[in-house]
């Protein structure tokens, strides 16, 4: 027994030095902006789905002279490409949420008829495959209130935040279980959002969270949305935490305001103040108003919420960064699959600022002449805790490196899209790995080429 808690013990020790160091850099080199044709854009909410697509809706919830939209960024693109503009051949008010389940995309709307709001799905992003539930022709029972914000499963439930009794969160199928798809869960959550009932629609929930890879069929696991305050003031604004229901059955939920030590999730009317979450079940939370242009990371534990991460923005209210994103109106984050980039969709500045973890950060030197794919030797190596592995292109080339123990299990995995020839580096941070021995692969577009580290403390 004493050897099996001894090495509990260090694998604490380990995560709490991981939790504690990690940090992230604005990348400028990296932020999506839209094209000068796309100047009635307003980005509002976001997502990415399994292939690591950035998608963005427009709306005019924030702006009467925006367009409703839906944009797409694919890895390593500096321009958002238009997917579909709602203005002419849908029945759209506004766009309100979107989410992607896998590579689908789902993005829910307010409409300008009696029905009041449908959803749209995108299979694997195809535009040209489009299909809308519920239409003046199609009837699907649970569009005929607003909804503010969605959130998928894996199981391919959709939960939404709505204002009809509530405001609170209601569910939709597209599993496949119930006919038609897309029919909303009859067995509804009747818990009302802990700031209270919302009798003007103008302090609803405005985003929701959900786990990525999480078991919706638990009850334990979470629900967040974010709602803000009414616009002439009030309390009734911030993040709330949904238990103890489940994804085709959400009658049992109940629900909780989270606090924190600053009242930073106490919301003003500003909107969306957009939320994720992340695979370790942190809370993403973007501060919008002028009081705040952050976003940060939170820890929760019951209703109670401890920051540990903000992202470097050099326009926080609470900690200004001069090397961070010059925030503006930040909207919403949201995640590579590696969970090794942030994507910030700022309204003020119509872009989305770039920002990248300290696990895999990239360097380049374009004044280097390379005349074909080489390898260099990791230096140093061994090392503690980081080293550089460097290697040249003869031309642009989309890079990834993938990093193995000895037993042949993933550890850590980034992709690179590279718009020039020349030297390039990795600098690998190793805080938190096990000493060891690691086999690391770098593929390009002209081969892959294989080393070894040794992280030695």
Avoid at 392 to 403: C, G, H, N, Q
């Amino acid at each position: 027994m004493r050897p099996i808690t001894k090495v509990i013990l260090i694998f604490m020790f380990l995560a709490t030095v991981v939790f504690s160091q990690e940090t992230w850099e604005y990348e400028p080199s990296m932020d999506i902006e839209f094209a000068e044709k796309d100047s009635l854009a307003n980005p509002f909410l976001c997502t990415v789905d399994s292939t690591g697509n950035l998608w963005v809706i427009s709306s005019t919830s924030t702006s009467l002279h925006a367009i409703n939209a839906l944009y797409k960024a694919a890895p390593g693109d500096t321009v958002f490409t238009l997917i579909d503009d709602y203005t002419d051949d849908v029945d759209v008010n506004s766009a309100r949420g979107v989410t992607a389940i896998g590579n689908d995309i789902f993005v829910a709307v307010k409409t300008t008829t009696t029905y009041v709001s449908s959803m749209f799905r995108y299979p694997n992003g195809n535009f040209t495959e489009r299909i809308q539930y519920r239409t003046p022709t199609v009837s699907i029972p649970g569009y005929g209130t607003y909804i503010f914000g969605i959130a998928g499963t894996k199981d391919r439930y959709i939960y939404g935040g709505i204002g009809y009794l509530g405001p609170r969160i209601r569910g939709y199928d597209f599993s496949g279980k119930l006919s038609p798809v897309g029919i909303y869960i009859s067995k509804e959550c009747t818990a009302v959002d802990p700031g209270g009932p919302a009798p003007s629609g103008n302090d609803v929930i405005r985003d929701v969270a959900t786990l990525p890879g999480g078991n919706y069929y638990d009850p334990e696991t979470p629900v967040y949305t974010s709602r803000n305050s009414l616009p002439e003031g009030g309390s009734t604004g911030g993040v709330t935490k949904w238990t103890g229901g489940r994804q085709d059955s959400l009658s049992t939920y109940s629900c909780v305001s989270l606090e924190d030590a600053d009242s930073f999730l106490k919301w003003t009317s500003y909107v969306p103040n957009g939320i994720t979450l992340d695979s370790q079940g942190r809370l993403w939370a973007v501060g919008t108003d002028t009081s705040r242009r952050w976003v940060k990371v939170f820890e929760v534990s019951g209703n109670w919420a401890t920051q540990v991460v903000e992202l470097p923005s050099s326009t926080s209210k609470d900690i200004a960064d001069p090397l961070g994103a010059p925030l503006g109106v930040p909207e919403d984050v949201a995640l590579s699959p590696n969970e090794g980039i942030a994507y910030v969709i700022d309204t003020e500045a119509r872009k989305c600022f770039t920002f990248q973890s300290n696990a895999v950060k990239v360097r380049e030197d374009r004044s280097a002449v390379a005349n074909e794919f080489r390898l260099y030797p990791a230096f140093p190596n061994p090392f503690n805790p980081t080293t550089t592995i460097s290697f040249d292109l003869p031309k642009a080339s989309t890079v990834r490196i993938d990093i193995f123990d000895l037993k042949g299990r993933q550890i850590r995995t980034q992709t690179v899209n590279y718009t020039s020839s020349g030297r390039h580096a990795i600098l690998i941070n190793a805080e938190g790995m096990p000493t060891g021995i690691y086999i690391y692969h770098i593929t390009t577009d002209f081969g892959r080429r294989s080393g070894k580290l040794a992280f030695l403390k």
